[in-house]
């Protein structure tokens, strides 16, 4: 007689939502680890005269214009280490500057020499003429990496403040938006941050703008830590590292 034969237990359905949180989790917290680590200096630069906190270090972020010769969106990241808060403020566009410019304004600064490492030293120069003191560092983003990223989330809800109706034939741009709840693409993202007026309606300008652009960043870094999103972990990283 042969020997009974136990029954196996049923095997446990793997729980890969779970997996991927826990992935996902670990890659933000080394993304962050890395950002302090090697973006940020131990001590910040001045530490103790005007302006300046200690254990507060200061980013400054620039995004490139379409062109890539003028820095439109300009924004400082302050990151306290003692209690982990961030603070976000805007720097207008056209914001003066001293210099020998064509267009004495902070976005020329970075084209008028010669872009890259000389460009954005410059800017960092300039800035610091603007705020009291050098950042401690800086990020120089390009603005198609943000219409890759809305695209690859599927594209963002947002509240457009204010109705666009706004073109400029020498730049082929053509923005037109009505004011309320908007579904975002890459290229209407876009758009929307570099809305700054209405052809028939001068208003808005920059103070509008730089809102604005803190306010879609909010809700593109919303989507982005949400749970639709953790299956777009890789191709995010992609992004990020070109």
């Known amino acids: 007689v042969p020997e009974p034969v ?32 090697f973006l940020l200096p131990e001590k910040p630069v001045g530490a103790g005269s005007a302006g300046r906190k200690s254990g507060v270090a200061t980013i400054l972020v620039a995004g490139t214009d379409v062109g890539g010769a003028r820095t439109d969106t300009l924004m400082l990241l302050s990151v306290n280490r003692s209690d982990g808060t961030i603070g976000l403020v805007s720097i207008p566009r056209d914001t003066l500057v001293n210099g ?10 970075y084209g008028a020499n010669n872009g890259g490492y000389e460009g954005m030293e410059m800017l960092m120069t300039r800035v610091g003429q603007c705020i009291g003191f050098e950042p401690d560092g800086y990020i120089l983003l390009q603005l198609d990496a943000f219409t890759k990223v809305v695209d690859l989330l599927g594209g963002v809800d947002f509240d457009v403040p204010v109705n666009m109706d706004y073109d ?38 920059d103070t509008g703008r730089t ?26 990283l992609d992004i990020f590292m070109d």
Do not use: C
């Open 6 to 37: 136990e029954p196996e237990a049923p095997k446990k359905k793997k729980k890969h939502g779970f997996r991927n949180f826990l992935i996902f989790l670990v890659v933000l917290t080394l993304a962050v680890s890395a950002a302090v680590v």
């Open 100 to 109: 020998n410019y064509n267009v004495p304004k902070i976005n020329s600064v």
């Open 168 to 205: 400029d034939p020498e730049q082929d741009l053509a923005i037109h938006f009505k004011k309320g709840m908007q579904h975002l693409d890459g290229k209407d993202a876009i758009k929307v941050v570099r809305f700054r007026h209405n052809n028939d309606m001068p208003g808005y300008s």
């Open 211 to 236: 809102q604005t652009q803190q306010q879609l960043l909010t809700a593109v870094l919303r989507k982005l830590i949400s749970w639709g999103s953790i299956g777009k972990i890789r191709p995010l």
